[in-house]
T-cell receptor, first 116, second 110 residues
Framework: GAVVSQHPSRVICKSGTSVKIECRSLDFQATTMFWYRQFPKQSLMLMATSNEGSKATYEQGVEKDKFLINHASLTLSTLTVTSAHPEDSSFYIC????????????FGSGTQLSVL | QKEVEQDPGPLSVPEGAIVSLNCTYS??????FMWYRQYSRKGPELLMYTYSSGNKEDGRFTAQVDKSSKYISLFIRDSQPSDSATYLCAIRTNAGKSTFGDGTTLTVKP
């Protein structure tokens, strides 16, 4: 299957700082990427849809000024958690959609964010 | 009512058992059906992908879709301890956004 690389896998930061998470499609171009948040023992919660070259579409209740998404190229989307607080601590996962007649969704390995 | 309902589990089976994981959905516009496996603190891994009613087999895994009943299943034959994980069904329309079930946690005991 296609490979989606997410980095870093784990980050610990102080409250008030910003953290950037990168999501790269390594062997395909992805015009659309998705960002999710997942709490322990819960399913994926879609935060936003990231479209190359345009503004991200955020789900209801997700603060766009807090979770900045940039999809500057067909292989890279970034999520920046600005002014992080302990309640932002979570597991963040990105995914990318392959193009073609059979669009498939592949996930990155996730980023565990801990805000102290 | 959620668009996708997944049998909650958890499931615990002995090694070698046949496992059945199930989801129902409400939106007939859903056209693509997927099953993902997620190990703890890892991203989901695509196991099966199908878009038509019927069965699709890949090794020990069989995905079954019944569009008339809006019901999908994943069967795992000869289950192994390494199959212990959370399984997520996902369903998508042509518009591209996928809707996920809440997941079923499976434990296969040696």
């Amino acid at each position: 299957g296609a490979v989606v690389s997410q980095h870093p896998s784990r980050v610990i930061c102080k409250s008030g700082t910003s953290v950037k998470i990168e999501c790269r499609s390594l062997d395909f171009q992805a015009t659309t990427m998705f960002w999710y948040r997942q709490f322990p023992k819960q399913s994926l919660m879609l935060m936003a849809t990231s479209n190359e070259g345009s503004k991200a579409t955020y789900e209801q209740g997700v603060e766009k000024d807090k979770f900045l998404i940039n999809h500057a190229s067909l292989t890279l989307s970034t999520l920046t958690v600005t002014s992080a607080h302990p309640e932002d601590s979570s597991f963040y996962i990105c995914s990318a959609v392959t193009s073609g007649t059979a669009e498939k969704l592949f996930f990155g390995s996730g980023t565990q964010l801990s805000v102290l | 009512q959620k668009e996708v309902e997944q049998d909650p589990g958890p499931l615990s089976v002995p090694e070698g058992a046949i496992v059945s994981l199930n989801c129902t959905y409400s939106n007939s516009a859903f056209q693509y059906f997927m099953w993902y496996r997620q190990y703890s603190r890892k991203g989901p891994e695509l196991l099966m992908y199908t878009y038509s009613s019927g069965n699709k087999e890949d090794g020990r895994f069989t995905a079954q879709v019944d569009k008339s009943s809006k019901y999908i299943s994943l069967f795992i034959r000869d289950s192994q301890p390494s199959d212990s994980a959370t399984y997520l069904c996902a369903i998508r329309t042509n518009a591209g956004k996928s809707t996920f079930g809440d997941g079923t946690t499976l434990t296969v005991k040696p």
